[in-house]
């Protein structure tokens, strides 16, 4: 099997207060735009969307079916949300971003993007493998409970970890729920 190395560079501000963390891409045969969270199907921009504008369409460009990737840069860099994911290079064992379906050959530089971002309070991860990935490097013993912290120590910081729902289409929960889970974190961490 092939091995992938990540498309996309980190996405580091260096002002960022949370650092949004997956497990990795799909291929890009899914991609409508090239970065994070690509596939038009995700959710993780209508989320975004439903939380500071109350509309999940807010970055969506319907009529190209894709989304406004320049405004959703903007955004991030204004509010001071950095992005990138767990692993640096995978296999997908049947050709789908699915997390069950990728092995981890190499994960990221977690020490490095948490370096290079001084003003950090909290990590999102969304998604079992990519919190597993975090919290074993980080030898946190205690998992968070979806929509749930636990702080951790790095370097002398206190930073919380967030666990998230997927962002996936494929996990089943309603972009409504995922918003409203996602909400409270965001709240805290970015106002």
């Not at 497990?23 to 989320?47: G, L, S």
């Not at 994960?107 to 079992?128: E, K």
């Not at 729920?177 to 409270?184: H, M, S, T």
Request: hydrophobic content about 40%.
């Amino acid at each position: 099997m092939e091995i992938e190395t990540h498309p996309f560079e980190p996405f580091l501000p260096a002002h960022a207060r949370l650092l949004m963390l997956g497990t990795f891409p799909p291929a890009p045969k899914r991609w409508c735009m090239p970065w994070y969270y690509p596939n038009y199907t995700n959710d993780m921009w209508r989320i975004f969307g439903l939380h500071f504008f109350g509309d999940k369409l807010h970055f969506v460009d319907e009529a190209h079916k894709t989304f406004r990737l320049a405004d959703i840069q903007a955004f991030l860099a204004e509010k001071g949300v950095a992005i990138f994911d767990t692993a640096l290079r995978v296999r997908r064992t049947t050709g789908t971003a699915s997390d069950k379906d990728l092995d981890v050959v190499e994960a990221a530089d977690l020490d490095g993007m948490l370096r290079a971002l001084p003003r950090c309070q909290a990590v999102l991860t969304a998604g079992q493998l990519a919190t597993r990935i975090f919290a074993d490097h980080y030898h946190i013993s205690g998992r968070p409970e979806m929509g749930a912290y636990v702080p951790f120590t790095f370097e002398g910081r206190t930073l919380r970890l967030y666990r998230q729902p997927s962002s996936s289409r494929a996990y089943p929960m309603k972009v409504e729920r995922k918003a409203e889970i996602y909400g409270p974190m965001f709240d805290e961490i970015l106002t």
